[in-house]
């Protein structure tokens, strides 16, 4: 596959899911992360869960994506990020 081919059609509906400490506040840093990128996002489009025994959360944001590049930034931002353990 060619470097700029993808396997999705754009726009597409596309889940970003983050975690990281419960006690960082990392939540609303990954939300200006997304939404720099993708400034439509709807808060109410964002589900949070907590781990079993409440060190971590994970949250997941489901965007429209237009393209790969804006996946791409929006993932580069968000692993560039301290308060973000992880970006899948």
């Given at each position: ?53 409440g060190k ?6 489901t965007l ?25």
């Amino acid at each position: 596959m060619d470097e700029k081919q993808t396997l999705l059609t754009f726009p597409c509906d596309f889940p970003i899911k983050v975690m990281g400490f419960a006690d960082s506040g990392f939540e609303a840093n990954a939300l200006v992360i997304v939404r720099e990128f993708a400034p439509d996002f709807q808060a109410e489009s964002m589900h949070t869960n907590a781990s079993r025994e409440g060190k971590y959360i994970a949250v997941t944001f489901t965007l429209t994506a237009t393209s790969q590049e804006q996946l791409d930034a929006i993932y580069c931002k968000l692993t560039a990020c301290d308060d973000i353990l992880m970006a899948l």
